[in-house]
T-cell receptor
């Protein structure tokens, strides 16, 4: 089983719909992240959380919200999806002792029509 | 309007040759640097890291070089194999406290058999 699990892996939705992407981890890490990847581009940080009570905006948080339900769960929501949010979304975790060593999920491909 | 993804820089290398992938980082305060490998359809995977108190670190078939004077990082892969074909990202962060990890745009490595 994967250490970092994202659901759904693929989703097609329509403009204006609310979408939630979920992430769960079994690594016991305190830090969790949501990144967005567009074709041919790097990873842009949307939100990150260093523990259950800590939520921080990343570079591109507009149009997104997150919830850290437990140490092992971090969900990303698009309240009203728009076509330019079509992208590949990655959840990642890290341990505070090795902050740069991120463990990524397999990604959630979202298409907004 | 329609957005067009940028084309990743591509490095084509003959199987068995050495590969050198370069990265310029932006934040002078960063003191911890990481290389990630992303294979097609997968999330990025940690390869090797280096802290700013070092200028070279070696792993299995990989070497990372850090030049803080010009804010440059490189990844050298010895005896490149077909399985090395992937997109490679450098990333930077700061140790201590709550610091996010920022990724570069990536380089695509194509290994020619």
């Amino acid at each position: 089983d994967a250490d970092v699990t994202q659901t759904p892996r693929n989703r097609i939705t329509k403009t204006g719909k609310r979408i939630m992407l979920e992430c769960s981890q079994t690594k016991g890490h305190d830090r969790m992240y949501w990144y967005r990847q567009d074709p041919g581009l790097g990873l842009q940080l949307i939100y990150y959380s260093f523990d259950v009570k800590d939520i921080n905006k990343g570079e591109i948080s507009d149009g997104y919200s997150v919830s850290r339900q437990a140490q092992a769960k971090f969900s990303l929501s698009l309240e009203s999806a728009i076509p330019n949010q079509t992208a590949l979304y990655f959840c990642a975790t890290s341990d505070s002792g090795t902050p740069g060593e991120l463990f990524f999920g397999e990604g959630s491909r979202l298409t907004v029509l | 309007g329609e957005s067009v993804g940028l084309h990743l820089p591509t490095l084509s290398v003959q199987e068995g040759d050495n590969s050198i992938i370069n990265c310029a980082y932006s934040n002078s305060a960063s003191d911890y640097f990481i290389w990630y490998k992303q294979e097609s359809g997968k999330g990025p995977q940690f390869i090797i890291d280096i802290r700013s108190n070092m200028d070279k670190r070696q792993g299995q078939r990989v070497t990372v070089l850090l030049n803080k004077t010009v804010k440059h990082l490189s990844l050298q892969i010895a005896a490149t194999q077909p399985g090395d074909s992937a997109v490679y990202f450098c990333a930077e962060t700061r140790t201590g406290g709550y610091q996010k990890v920022t990724f570069g745009t990536g380089t695509k490595l194509q290994v020619i058999p």
